[in-house]
């Protein structure tokens, strides 16, 4: 029985309610960065990034694990956590660039691609335990979502129901 639960649950670097505080984690910031997106009835909304945030912090905690597989060496494992970034940025950029389209001479997305790369920021920081690092790039993009939309209806550079829930304009028509 202790072989079968050794084998479910195998020694880990990290211990296990870390690493489930991290996912939590990973969710919980996604997942606010999505609301702000489903309020402003965006694309990839609460579940997305609840999902691009999970899934980087998960590529960070095994990257961290796999150092410490079993059977392996230090020598014949070698983690490069910038690879780790940049699979995990590459990844989210892809799905990023799904969002963004353009219409009628006007792109729209790019906003909620950001968001999306934010997600995967924040879940990789999660992921290798930098709580701050995370929390305050959460509340700098929700600043940003929030604050920055209703800056642009007081300048007039956007209506108030545009600013809410209009797409994403980056480029005018010639």
């Keep these: 029985m202790d072989m079968i639960i050794a084998e ?8 296990y309610p870390i690493i489930f505080a991290r996912f939590c984690g990973a969710i919980f910031f996604g997942g606010l960065i999505g609301i702000e997106r489903e309020v402003r009835e965006r694309p990839a909304g ?11 912090a998960v590529f960070a905690i095994i990257s961290i694990e796999s150092i410490h597989v079993p059977g392996l060496s230090e020598e014949q494992v070698r983690i490069d956590p910038l690879r780790v970034v940049e699979a995990v940025t590459a990844g989210v950029a892809f799905l990023a660039a ?3 389209f353009m219409s009628r001479g006007q792109v729209h997305g ?15 920081a999660l992921g290798f335990g930098h709580w701050l690092i995370a929390a305050f790039a959460l509340i700098a993009g929700l600043t940003v979502l929030v604050a920055v939309a209703r800056f642009e209806v007081s300048m007039q550079w956007k209506r108030e129901g545009e600013a809410a829930s209009a797409p994403d304009t980056t480029s005018k028509p010639d």
């Design 8 to 15: 479910i649950f195998p020694d880990t670097q990290l211990p």
């Design 46 to 56: 609460l579940r997305t990034h609840i999902l691009v945030s999970l899934a980087a």
């Design 98 to 100: 799904g969002t963004i």
């Design 110 to 124: 790019v906003t909620t691609g950001a968001g999306l790369w934010l997600a995967g920021a924040i879940g990789l």
